[in-house]
């Protein structure tokens, strides 16, 4: 009875040490979310994304204000991921081949600061990440100034029912707006034939 006992309460300390999903969220800004989303969506590792908006102190935005760009808000995208198949930093790593670094407020053929791109920190682990990644792109010289921000998500606004899925739910015209807005196009003069791909 009592190696029973011992072999139960063995195999319950087994189960609580494994490697058990650790649900975790980032926010990253890369310009049209639909886009953003889509290429999230590819990555092992991550559960969920919803589009929305971050990084500006505007109350309860919506995509009428936002893209007309009466507020301090930018198009971004939340993911959800299993920190034990993919890590932040590693999401950070890919984010950079899915966006133009070298350009200030604006993403491809969207312009304004509603489409810059950034890195939208929950806490300073996230930060301390991305703020380093960023100082490493730039040290390593392939781009001369680099405009990605880093800045705090102070709140995150999920968009309006039909933005989500976009990709999936309107495929003709989102394949029309991703191929019109040159994006994969210069991801490839910037980042190789295998950007964000």
């Known amino acids: 009875?009592?190696?029973k006992t011992t072999l139960t309460v063995a195999l319950g300390l087994l189960a609580a040490t494994g490697a058990q999903a650790e649900t975790k969220t980032a926010v990253f800004g890369g310009g049209c979310f639909w886009c953003t989303e889509a290429d999230f969506d590819k990555v092992p590792g991550v559960l969920k994304t919803i589009s929305g908006y971050a990084g500006g102190q505007y109350k309860d935005p919506d995509y009428k204000v936002v893209s007309a760009g009466r507020t301090d808000h930018t198009e971004v995208v939340e993911v959800t991921y299993d920190d034990t198949k993919?890590?932040?930093?590693?999401?950070v790593e890919y984010f950079w081949k899915t966006i133009d670094p070298t350009v200030?407020?604006?993403?491809?053929c969207d312009g304004g600061t509603q489409y810059?791109?950034?890195?939208y920190y929950l806490n300073e682990e996230q930060k301390k990440i991305a703020e380093a990644s960023k100082a490493k792109l730039q040290a390593a010289g392939k781009f001369k100034t680099i405009y990605t921000e880093v800045a705090p998500v102070v709140k995150f606004y999920p968009a309006e029912e039909y933005h989500q899925d976009y990709y999936i739910k309107n495929p003709i015209r989102y394949g029309y707006y991703r191929n019109g807005c040159g994006r994969d196009k210069r991801l490839e003069e910037l980042w190789g034939p295998k950007a964000s791909r």
């Open 1 to 3: 009875m009592k190696l």
């Open 86 to 91: 993919v890590s932040y930093s590693q999401l």
């Open 116 to 119: 810059r791109s950034g890195f």
């Open 104 to 108: 200030k407020n604006r993403q491809f």
